[in-house]
């Protein structure tokens, strides 16, 4: 009898994730499909993960455990792709865990013929739980998947973990990680995945649970970067964007390159280095200099919030830039202080109740 081709291969990156990787691998062992593998890449990790994941190895043949010195996360996931031997791939970050049926509601979308499949997901915060359901849509061609992809979806789709590729697709046209980019290879290597896309689905259907509570203190998205670094990556990310433009003249894409170029400019770069000036009452951006010259067809009036909109036309004229900087500064801190107030309150409420 002929072995039974592997449905999924479920990579999941691991660096110093001890407190959080038996739960993301329990969650997998809970899937009511039991057709995958999963891979579980050691990077270097100095604390017991490798320990755990070997453990779990040997209980399961379909659990995969391979160690590298550190290389990051792109260098891991490549790994992965290596040896994979799903018909579908997907990603897993080390302290995230998945609903029993996650695996089971791609399932129902690879059976539409699809060559992209993405379900919804829930962000567990330390003030409660959000839940992102996008809309159940199935595309019927290329043009429809980009409009789906480039509208409905468009919200968080940098997000890797709620996807499942065709490893034909990625093995065909050797799509890989790129190495050079600590942060935001998801959003390049979905992009790049995405040129080859004939039909998406979506669903409705929550699985994937992205933990902010106890996040993982060595998650790249919590260090800051050199401004050299981020400002690579952000180039990175844009041209991924704009050569989909460039292949398929979508106006769509060339609004989606010059919004997420001059946003993350301003948010990753001039926001995250500021200066105090003034006793630390008022900020100035820590950098200067014209990031505007990067790709000349990118527009400023196509940046989607207004106030990082009105900053970079307003970039030549010092003053009205001062103003505008800090009134973000000031609108950001209110907005989390509002957070914090809820979260306290919700704290109080919560203790009144246990000793009522």
């Known amino acids: 009898m002929e072995k039974e081709k592997i449905k999924y291969s479920i990579i999941v990156p691991v660096y110093n994730a001890q407190r959080y990787i038996e739960r993301c691998i329990n969650s997998v062992f809970l899937q009511t499909e039991t057709n995958w593998e999963l891979i579980l890449i050691d990077d270097g990790s100095k604390d017991g993960s490798g320990e755990i994941c070997q453990r779990f ?3 399961d043949t379909r659990v995969k455990y391979l160690y ?5 996360v792109s260098a891991a996931r490549n790994k992965g792709l290596d040896i994979a031997c799903g018909e579908w791939i997907t990603f897993m970050d080390s302290d995230d865990w998945v609903e029993p049926f996650h695996l089971a509601t791609f399932n129902k979308q690879v059976e539409k013929n699809v060559d992209l499949c993405i379900n919804s997901f829930i962000i567990d915060l330390y003030y409660g739980v ?3 359901n996008y809309l159940d849509s199935v595309s019927k061609n290329k043009n429809e998947s980009l409009d789906l992809f480039l509208g409905p979806l468009k919200a968080h789709s940098q997000f890797l973990w709620i996807k499942a590729f065709k490893s034909s697709i990625i093995n065909k046209y050797g799509l890989r990680f790129d190495v050079s980019v600590s ?5 390049i290597f979905i992009l ?3 040129l080859y896309v004939k039909t998406l689905s979506s669903t409705s259907i929550a699985t994937y649970h992205y933990d902010q509570i106890d996040e993982n203190q060595n998650s790249l998205g919590r260090k800051k970067r050199p401004v050299k670094d981020a400002l690579h990556q952000i180039k990175q990310n844009t041209t991924a964007i704009y050569s989909i433009y460039e292949q398929t003249g979508r106006e769509s ?4 390159s010059s919004d997420y170029y001059y946003t993350r400019v301003f948010e990753r770069i001039l926001v995250q280095n500021k200066r105090k000036i003034g006793g630390g009452f008022f900020y100035k951006p820590a950098l200067t200099g014209d990031f505007r010259s990067f790709i000349k067809d990118l527009r400023i009036e196509y940046v989607q919030d207004r106030l990082i909109r009105f900053y ?3 970039f030549d004229k010092p003053i009205n830039a001062f103003v505008l900087f800090n009134y973000y500064i000031i ?3 209110l907005t989390l202080k509002t957070i914090r107030c809820v979260v306290a309150a919700k704290h109080v409420v919560k203790r009144a109740l246990r000793h009522a």
């Not at 590298?68 to 990051?72: D, M, P, V």
């Not at 894409?253 to 989606?256: A, E, G, I, N, T």
């Open 57 to 59: 190895a040997a209980l």
């Open 183 to 187: 942060l935001g290879e998801d959003n």
């Open 130 to 132: 959000r839940t992102f």
């Open 192 to 194: 790049s995945y995405l």
């Open 312 to 314: 970079w036309l307003s």
């Open 331 to 333: 609108r950001k801190c």
């Open 68 to 72: 590298q010195e550190n290389k990051g």
């Open 253 to 256: 894409l060339l609004h989606y």
